[in-house]
């Protein structure tokens, strides 16, 4: 695959998304306006989660536009607290629900409690009020679900194996364990990190799906 036809798959695989600099606040200012007509909103921390929950969202039969359902990334975990403030108890019809990182979660416990949406004391807490963590991101969540060899065999179907096989060779991460590498070769890129957040949603069975995502798809 020659770097043209890997372009253009790109983009392919990325219609719908807002791309460039801007590409993070552009994507939360077009949820925003979707949810002034939503029933639910699912907080997210970036684009890529974003595109995690559509993707899942149709697998799973769901249409969120009809069910009126936004899928709203805050731009990152600081920025829920802004979001719980504007659409929490003052909205009693709004159904919210969220996923957030690992290491982010005591932050959203303090903005929950603040935006009056929630008081959790516990991580069982938390998920009673729609909110689920995933360990440590959701990027590691779907390399565990899906197996290295099936993302290094994705790499390959997208013309990204040698360039994999780069970083794998770099001292910094030469002998470090697959998942750890594949991890860092996920996130070391905003557009690569959106795209395979589809492709892998897209090609791990169901019943095999993170459960902290299935969850906050489901808790809407």
């Known amino acids: ?18 791309s460039g600099p801007s590409a993070p606040k552009r994507a939360t200012a077009i949820a925003l306006a979707k949810a002034e007509q939503a029933r639910a909103i699912i907080l997210v921390e970036g684009v890529s989660d974003q ?10 039969g769901r249409n969120l536009e009809i069910e009126r359902v936004v899928v709203l990334p805050a ?41 009056g949406v929630g008081s959790p004391d516990s991580r069982d807490g938390l998920e009673r009020l729609g909110f689920f963590v995933c360990v440590d991101d959701l990027e590691d969540e779907l390399i565990r679900a899906a197996g290295a060899d099936r993302v290094l065999a994705l790499f390959e179907s997208q013309g990204d194996h040698a360039s994999f096989r780069t970083l794998q060779n ?17 996130g070391s890129g905003a557009r690569r990190k959106l795209r395979y957040a589809g492709l892998l949603v897209g090609s791990i069975e169901l019943v095999a799906i993170p459960r902290p995502l299935d969850a906050a798809l489901g808790a809407v």
Not at 1 to 18: C, F, I, S, T, V
Not at 170 to 186: C, N
């Open 51 to 60: 595109r995690a929950v559509e993707t899942l969202a149709i697998r799973r």
């Open 75 to 115: 731009g990152g975990v600081h920025a829920m607290g802004r979001l719980l403030a504007r659409f929490g108890p003052s909205e009693k019809n709004l159904k919210l629900a969220g996923l957030c990182d690992a290491a982010e979660e005591p932050s959203l416990w303090a903005d929950l409690t603040l935006s």
């Open 1 to 18: 695959m020659n770097r043209e036809d890997k372009r253009q798959l790109a983009a392919d695989l990325l219609d719908g998304y807002p």
């Open 170 to 186: 770099q001292p910094a991460w030469r002998g470090r364990p697959i998942e750890s590498q594949l991890r860092r070769y996920l």
